[in-house]
């Protein structure tokens, strides 16, 4: 013991964690730099690229690299490929049949040469697979293409894309004006949505409604929704996502909120899908009317992406006004991230949020940030199935 009572300050043994100096992360950074700058140096050489080509290891990993640039290269081709077969029905007229070129080329009204040229094509897209001499049957993909309505329909719509963007460098320069997608997505323009017509609603609206089956199966395998008593779906269009939830949990007690005219058509899908009876509908502009406070729950599917960050804090104020303490706020849509699918998706809607001027694929931690900000609590991240199809993040008011 000390003179203090105290015991002796037992001192860390040398080359401990605590006697390590902290990295240099400004070294760290400038060293990997350097190094990048260098690996480009050879791989921009010819002479390394030739060495490079009677190295089989080396080989092998060069060749798959230039594969994946070629892909790129070329990946229009690949989605007008995809656009015809889309276009002449060969998934739906393959869905679980077997069938010659010449049946197929009579049903996709083509002659026998060209039909054949577009299968090929679709094989090597591994979007059809050979059933034997001259006959053909769905592969995997195609399988999903056939099964569901909503994925052909947005192949479709992107036809608008493809023309937003066929100038590349002044879509990125954003010298490109009024784009089709900001006609077509009529809620993004101005500042009274809620004046929005059936005429204008009704494109966009039947869209999304088509579009969310996939969506809906991946947030419903990802989120326990039995445990509520009712849910209030925000912007939920015709009721697609709505639906889903009910058709899934028949106890619950459901609502949907939307502009007036979008609210008039989610009330003939309910009716038609038998829901209507168990389901209240609120129209409304959710960034400053009244939103109903007696769901247990409240979603947001696809909702926050389609708007800037100023909107999207109106959007959730308005909610937390009006929420009761306590309510579950699911946000749930395609997320930028680290893997493969985020990843996918960030670029893919990246591009297409620009084209419609309005909303950003956002990273779970700016959705949990702004959601903080508009004093909702404990936001947490859950995990989906499929990621490239949608995030989940859960908090409460």
């Known amino acids: 013991m000390d003179s203090g009572g105290r015991g002796l300050q037992a001192r860390p043994p040398v080359g401990s964690a605590s006697d390590m100096p902290e990295p240099d992360q400004g070294a760290l950074r400038a060293l990997l730099t350097a190094a990048r700058l260098w690996r480009n140096r050879q791989i921009a050489s010819p002479r390394f690229r030739a060495l490079v080509s009677r190295l089989p290891l080396l080989r092998i990993i060069a060749n798959r690299k230039a594969n994946q640039l070629f892909r790129l290269t070329t990946g229009f081709v690949h989605t007008q490929i995809l656009s015809a077969c889309v276009r002449l ?100 323009r101005g500042d009274k949505p809620a004046e929005i017509d059936n005429a204008q609603a009704a494109p966009y609206s039947a869209l999304m409604r088509e579009s969310q089956a996939m969506l809906a199966d991946c947030i419903l395998a990802s989120h326990d929704f039995s445990q509520y008593g009712s849910v209030l779906d925000i912007g939920g269009g015709e009721g697609a996502f ?94 930028a991230g680290a893997s493969e699918g985020a990843n996918l998706a960030a670029i893919y809607f990246t591009t297409y949020f620009t084209a419609m001027g309005s909303g950003r694929c956002r990273t779970e931690a700016e959705i949990m940030a702004l959601l903080t900000r508009s004093g909702f609590q404990n936001a947490r991240v859950a995990a989906t199935a499929n990621p490239l199809l949608a995030g989940l993040i859960v908090a409460s008011r």
């Not at 697979?129 to 999903?144: C, E, F, I, N």
């Not at 005219?261 to 009330?267: E, N």
């Not at 209507?276 to 909702?303: H, K, M, N, S």
């Open 242 to 335: 709505l639906g889903a939830v009910g058709a899934r949990h028949p106890s619950l007690k459901l609502g949907l909120f939307d502009l007036p005219a979008v609210t008039d058509l989610a009330g003939r899908h309910l009716r038609d899908r038998g829901l209507l009876d168990r389901c209240t509908l609120y129209a409304g502009d959710f960034t400053r009317d009244l939103i109903p406070a007696e769901q247990d729950c409240v979603t947001l599917v696809r909702i926050l992406c389609d708007h800037d960050d100023d909107r999207v804090l109106k959007i959730l104020g308005n909610l937390h006004t009006h929420l009761k303490p306590g309510t579950r706020l699911v946000v749930a849509e395609a997320m």
């Open 89 to 188: 029905g060969l998934f739906e007229i393959l869905d679980g049949r077997v069938l010659s070129t010449a049946a197929l080329a009579s049903r996709c009204g083509l002659g026998p040469d060209p039909m054949r040229r577009l299968l090929d094509q679709a094989l090597r897209l591994e979007l059809v697979v050979s059933a034997g001499p001259d006959r053909w049957m769905l592969s995997d993909a195609g399988t999903v293409l056939a099964a569901d309505r909503g994925l052909r329909e947005m192949i479709r719509h992107h036809d608008m894309l493809y023309r937003d963007i066929g100038d590349a460098s002044a879509f990125w320069r954003g010298d490109v004006g009024e784009t089709e997608l900001r006609q077509y997505w009529a809620y993004v």
